[in-house]
């Protein structure tokens, strides 16, 4: 039992400093990254068999604390961890229910629990009371598979989006919360690249020829950019540069070059219909007023 | 709404924001004396918020009054016991929501109706002490609610010897509230037309490219018979009442009839030319003319001199052959000039056809006392006609330039106040806001931000003006455009390592953080 448990934390759970561990939001892939690449994808699926076996044998073992061996060695810490540090540790859903469901019942024996946490097992417990031992495993089995196509398509996904994302030539495989944090930053540039693009090829930014000189209004000071900016992974702003309109200006221009014509008419036109067109030949008319 | 409940906590400048305590330094640079660099500050908020909600109210609602005065270049002169009247004689409008507004507030306050009513007196500014003429104005409402005057029988006597005058108009409520005194802009006493060939080294009477004139028709010099060039109803007219300036403008020749042809042409109107004349309040034009000089009842054809103010002339419709705009009584038509018999150069016309064209000014002063009672007169009224912007880096200073200005004078962008300093009547200058001073946002965010510029009196008066202050973000690593412009001929591969490249040069500080 023990000796699982250290296998994969080889220099034993407590070498690990709990916060700089939870810190990272994703546990397990943390974890693997620590291994060799190629190994890699196939600890992320042995992951799940770890994962999934502690929902239920977890809960079976709890009393007594017999289940299977692997299951409850990780179910421990983890149950260790949500009961600890739960505040920062914020993983995607699965493994965030996962903790729950394992502290709810580590304390269910205690019989202080309550609430959702406590119904939800007793509907468990009910159904599992008229499953036989070899239907519970093959549903586990299922469910494993489950879990294990899921986490894959995660993976690929993640494996797709890091290959869109330039990254620096030395640097190593992005992890999944970088590859996101890059990808709202390369977005947000080349929104900026496709929308500064347009009024460049307009021809010039400089308007009015009472302004020609740019006058720029430096920032200093700035804090460090965080993904909730609303102009994150763009390049920092080196100021504003100011100018100014004169709206009547403007305004007369306009009237200047949308406006309606209105021709004058023509007497000869009203009084002399049938020789409309026939103007250069007309004697020279002589006006009446 | 409480005061101040919108406030941003802080509004900075560039500069910073310094404690509270030297809020009284302000009240004390506000004598015109120029505050050291150092000593920037921003007022105290305690003093400053019920004049910011002011301004705050008056820029989501804005009701304005306006009083605009149109009048022309030039005077004639009146010799002995004659009254030559100015003509086109000259026009007050009242316009903007602020005046109905105003009204009826003092209905309000007094059920008296007729006490509101606002009335005017309009005279020459005078020398020294000298008793100033006036004439008085009553206005009557038009249809889109402006309320409109002329003074027609204002003149100026030979006696007066200056070059250049003044035109001053008074308003008051009918209560005796005084509005304020308003002036035109300068006026050019001539004797008479000029009879010389201009030359372009005295432009002084020359009329230029883009100028606003009036043009008005007098049957047999008789001065009851005047009828002014109008657009009414979306038709042009000769309105015996009122007269409407024109953008006069040189057009393409080769294409007249362009209207996109932008911008306009530049320099001084020559006979011959063709024109554009452009309604300034309607936006309604005539199309394309040659204007002609007119001598003893015909058109000079071969004369291509600069016109000059009050010169008789004619308007050839372009493209025709011998058509002329006309007046018949009210309407505005074509009419066709028949050739003169001896002179092949000349065309003859009749009166209805002659038009005499003198250049026109407008000034337009606009404020609002907002939801403050004020009760002193808005006059000087400030006029800003430039703005003039300098420095850069960590201060910029904007010169606001125009005319009336007064020490009492605060220049606000939106509604920031800036630091302003009171140099002349004709200069104000102040320190532009941090665009951090609008919304702390404003300073992240990736667009364009625009304000209107104000005028502020100490006692919360406002006076807007035409101009617009533009906040344009800029990146001094961001170098997108050239990067595309130059590998826009190669494969797209190579346009998209480039673009990883500038990604990851310019956010190194995104790669940093992991």
């Known amino acids: 039992m023990e000796a699982v448990l250290l296998e994969h934390?080889?220099?034993?759970?407590?070498?690990?400093?709990?916060?700089?561990?939870?810190?990272?939001?994703?546990?397990?892939?943390?974890?693997?990254?620590?291994?060799?690449?190629?190994?890699?994808?196939?600890?992320?699926?042995?992951?799940?068999?770890?994962?999934?076996?502690?929902?239920?044998?977890?809960?079976?073992?709890?009393?007594?604390?017999?289940?299977?061996?692997?299951?409850?060695?990780?179910?421990?810490?983890?149950?260790?961890?949500?009961?600890?540090?739960?505040?920062?540790?914020?993983?995607?859903?699965?493994?965030?229910?996962?903790?729950?469901?394992?502290?709810?019942?580590?304390?269910?024996?205690?019989?202080?629990?309550?609430?959702?946490?406590?119904?939800?097992?007793?509907?468990?417990?009910?159904?599992?009371?008229?499953?036989?031992?070899?239907?519970?495993?093959?549903?586990?089995?299922?469910?494993?598979?489950?879990?294990?196509?899921?986490?894959?398509?995660?993976?690929?996904?993640?494996?797709?989006?890091?290959?869109?994302?330039?990254?620096?030539?030395?640097?190593?495989?992005?992890?999944?919360?970088?590859?996101?944090?890059?990808?709202?930053?390369?977005?947000?540039?080349?929104?900026?690249?496709?929308?500064?693009?347009?009024?460049?090829?307009?021809?010039?930014?400089?308007?009015?020829?009472?302004?020609?000189?740019?006058?720029?209004?430096?920032?200093?000071?700035?804090?460090?950019?965080?993904?909730?900016?609303?102009?994150?992974?763009?390049?920092?702003?080196?100021?504003h540069s100011l100018s100014w309109t004169d709206e009547k200006q403007l305004k007369e221009q306009n009237i200047i070059r949308t406006a309606k014509v209105w021709t004058p008419e023509d007497p000869r036109k009203l009084n002399k219909q049938p020789s409309l067109n026939n103007i250069e030949n007309e004697p020279p008319f002589d006006f009446v007023s | 709404m409480e005061p101040g409940a919108r406030l941003s906590p802080e509004p900075l400048t560039h500069l910073g924001r310094l404690e509270g305590a030297e809020g009284q330094l302000q009240r004390e640079a506000e004598g015109g004396q120029a505050t050291p660099p150092w000593c920037w500050f921003r007022s105290n908020p305690e003093q400053i918020d019920p004049i910011r909600d002011g301004v705050r109210r008056y820029l989501q609602l804005p009701c304005d009054r306006t009083v605009l005065i149109l009048h022309a270049k030039v005077a004639q002169k009146s010799y002995g016991n004659e009254k030559r009247f100015f003509c086109p004689p000259p026009c007050v409008y009242l316009i903007g929501p602020g005046w109905k507004l105003k009204q009826e507030e003092m209905k309000a306050k007094d059920l008296t109706a007729?006490?509101?009513?606002?009335?005017?007196?309009?005279?020459?500014?005078?020398?020294?002490?000298?008793?100033?003429?006036?004439?008085?104005?009553?206005?009557?409402?038009?249809?889109?609610?402006?309320?409109?005057?002329?003074?027609?029988?204002?003149?100026?006597?030979?006696?007066?010897?200056?070059?250049?005058?003044?035109?001053?108009?008074?308003?008051?409520?009918?209560?005796?509230?005084?509005?304020?005194?308003?002036?035109?802009?300068?006026?050019?006493?001539?004797?008479?037309?000029?009879?010389?060939?201009?030359?372009?080294?005295?432009?002084?009477?020359?009329?230029?490219?883009?100028?606003?004139?009036?043009?008005?028709?007098?049957?047999?010099?008789?001065?009851?018979?005047?009828?002014?060039?109008?657009?009414?109803?979306?038709?042009?007219?000769?309105?015996?009442?009122?007269?409407?300036?024109?953008?006069?403008?040189?057009?393409?020749?080769?294409?007249?009839?362009?209207?996109?042809?932008?911008?306009?042409?530049?320099?001084?109107?020559?006979?011959?030319?063709?024109?554009?004349?452009?309604?300034?309040?309607?936006?309604?034009?005539?199309?394309?003319?040659?204007?002609?000089?007119?001598?003893?009842?015909?058109?000079?054809?071969?004369?291509?001199?600069?016109?000059?103010?009050?010169?008789?002339?004619?308007?050839?419709?372009?493209?025709?052959?011998?058509?002329?705009?006309?007046?018949?009584?009210?309407?505005?038509i074509q009419f066709q000039a028949s050739p003169c018999p001896r002179e092949p150069n000349r065309e003859l016309l009749n009166d209805s056809s002659c038009w005499t064209i003198i250049g026109t000014e407008t000034v337009e002063y606009t404020f609002t006392e907002g939801l403050s009672r004020i009760q002193d007169p808005v006059s000087p009224a400030p006029l800003i006609t430039a703005l003039e912007l300098t420095g850069g880096g960590d201060v910029a200073m904007l010169e606001v330039q125009g005319e009336y200005f007064q020490a009492n004078l605060k220049v606000w962008f939106g509604d920031v106040e800036a630091e302003t300093m009171y140099r002349s009547p004709k200069s104000l200058v102040c320190v532009v806001p941090d665009v951090s001073a609008f919304s702390c946002d404003w300073r992240w965010l990736r667009y364009p931000v625009t304000v209107p510029l104000l005028l502020l009196r100490n006692d919360g008066l406002i006076y807007s003006s035409t101009f617009s202050f533009t906040y344009t973000p800029e990146q001094n690593f961001f170098t997108g455009q050239p990067i595309l412009q130059e590998i826009a001929q190669d494969s797209s591969d190579t346009l998209l390592d480039t673009i990883h490249q500038e990604f990851t040069r310019t956010n190194f500080h995104l790669f940093m953080q992991s």
């Open chain 1, 9 to 239: 934390f080889p220099a034993g759970l407590d070498a690990f400093p709990p916060a700089a561990y939870f810190d990272d939001e994703e546990f397990f892939t943390d974890h693997s990254s620590r291994d060799p690449l190629e190994g890699d994808e196939l600890l992320e699926a042995d992951e799940v068999d770890f994962l999934a076996p502690p929902f239920h044998d977890c809960c079976r073992a709890a009393p007594g604390l017999g289940g299977p061996p692997q299951g409850a060695s990780l179910c421990c810490p983890a149950a260790a961890a949500a009961g600890g540090f739960s505040p920062s540790f914020s993983p995607p859903s699965s493994p965030s229910s996962f903790a729950y469901e394992c502290c709810g019942r580590a304390a269910s024996p205690g019989g202080g629990g309550g609430g959702a946490g406590l119904k939800a097992l007793g509907a468990v417990r009910r159904r599992r009371r008229v499953r036989s031992e070899a239907e519970l495993q093959q549903l586990r089995q299922a469910a494993n598979v489950r879990e294990r196509r899921r986490m894959q398509s995660i993976n690929d996904a993640f494996e797709g989006l890091r290959s869109h994302i330039p990254t620096l030539p030395y640097e190593k495989r992005l992890s999944k919360v970088d590859t996101l944090r890059l990808a709202i930053g390369y977005i947000n540039f080349l929104s900026e690249l496709v929308r500064s693009d347009l009024p460049l090829r307009g021809g010039g930014g400089s308007q009015s020829p009472c302004q020609p000189k740019k006058v720029i209004i430096c920032h200093r000071g700035t804090r460090s950019p965080s993904p909730s900016d609303p102009d994150y992974g763009l390049p920092p702003l080196a100021g």
């Open chain 2, 114 to 332: 007729s006490n509101s009513k606002v009335c005017g007196y309009m005279g020459l500014d005078s020398v020294g002490n000298s008793h100033m003429e006036t004439q008085k104005l009553n206005f009557e409402e038009q249809t889109d609610s402006k309320e409109f005057s002329c003074a027609k029988a204002l003149y100026i006597s030979d006696s007066d010897k200056r070059k250049h005058f003044r035109l001053v108009l008074k308003l008051f409520f009918s209560n005796g509230q005084e509005i304020g005194t308003f002036h035109s802009k300068l006026i050019k006493v001539i004797s008479k037309p000029s009879q010389k060939k201009q030359s372009l080294k005295n432009t002084e009477l020359c009329i230029s490219s883009g100028s606003k004139v009036s043009l008005f028709n007098r049957l047999r010099s008789q001065t009851v018979s005047t009828r002014y060039l109008s657009v009414e109803g979306g038709a042009f007219t000769a309105s015996a009442r009122q007269w409407a300036a024109f953008t006069l403008h040189l057009a393409n020749e080769c294409c007249p009839q362009s209207q996109s042809e932008f911008p306009l042409r530049e320099g001084y109107i020559r006979y011959g030319s063709v024109v554009r004349l452009i309604c300034t309040a309607t936006g309604i034009a005539l199309p394309p003319l040659i204007i002609r000089k007119v001598a003893k009842q015909s058109v000079m054809m071969d004369v291509d001199e600069p016109i000059s103010q009050l010169h008789k002339c004619a308007f050839q419709l372009y493209g025709s052959d011998g058509m002329y705009l006309c007046l018949s009584t009210e309407k505005v």
